[in-house]
């Protein structure tokens, strides 16, 4: 089973910041939190990989407590081939390497 | 150049057919990954391999058996297909596991009839 949980869909609309916050209360102290996107008939392409506290790069940022038993995907200015499903995955070494359902991001015009 | 690579990317078969899916990568990475989406969207793991050496093996039907050749490829197995089998299948590749970034291939979509 996977060990988040995350909202199924979103709306926004381009030019908005879009926060996606995924749940995972049992997250071990060897676990890492990581973000994909898919786009449909692909496969997932890595965001961002974070630890604790906040980690930004040219796409994303991602901000973690730090009790760190959730973490959010912060993605700027979106637009509309923004739109796509988002995992995130907590895992460390061999565990847990199961994807939840995702999150559908749409983005309107 | 194209970083993993899956053929084919459709398969249809019949049940009870047995038929592979072959996975290349070409980034020099250590580890690579099976995964099964299915219609729901969940992307399950299935195997990995770690320089050639099984490390992940889930709960998946013994009719699945993965085979890995050398660092650069991971082929899948499917013995006695089921209609349950029918998904999009994916390889990944990292240069280790979890807190390394995974490169996904394109996927190959199985359909049993």
């Known amino acids: 089973l996977a060990k988040t949980t995350q909202p199924i869909s979103m709306d926004s609309y381009e030019g908005q910041e879009v926060n996606i916050t995924c749940s995972h209360n049992?997250?071990?102290?060897?676990?890492?939190i990581t973000w994909y996107q898919q786009f449909p008939s692909q496969g997932p392409r890595f965001i961002i990989q974070?630890?604790?506290t906040k980690v930004t790069n040219e796409v994303a940022s991602l901000f973690i407590p730090a009790d760190r038993k959730s973490s959010t995907l912060s993605l700027p200015r979106v637009s509309l081939s923004d739109t796509a499903v988002y995992y995130c995955?907590?895992?460390?070494?061999?565990?847990?390497?199961?994807f939840g359902k995702g999150t559908h991001l749409i983005i309107q015009p | 150049d194209t970083a993993v690579s899956q053929t084919p990317k459709y398969l249809v078969t019949q049940m009870g057919n047995d038929k592979s899916i072959k996975c290349e990568q070409n980034?020099?990475?250590?580890?690579m990954y099976w995964y099964k989406q299915d219609s729901k969207k969940f992307l399950k793991i299935m195997f990995s391999?770690?320089?050639?050496?099984?490390?992940i093996n889930e709960t998946v039907p013994n009719r699945f058996s993965p085979k890995s050749p050398d660092k650069a490829h991971l082929n899948l197995h499917i013995n006695s297909l089921e209609l349950g089998d029918s998904a999009v299948y994916f390889c990944?590749?990292?240069?280790?596991?979890?807190?390394?970034?995974?490169?996904f291939g394109p996927g190959t979509r199985l359909t049993v009839t």
């Open positions: 990944a590749s990292s240069p280790g596991l979890a807190e390394y970034e995974q490169y």
């Open positions: 391999y770690n320089n050639k050496e099984l490390i």
């Open positions: 995955l907590v895992a460390g070494g061999a565990d847990g390497l199961t």
């Open positions: 980034l020099g990475h250590d580890t």
């Open positions: 049992n997250i071990a102290t060897n676990d890492y």
């Open positions: 974070g630890y604790k």
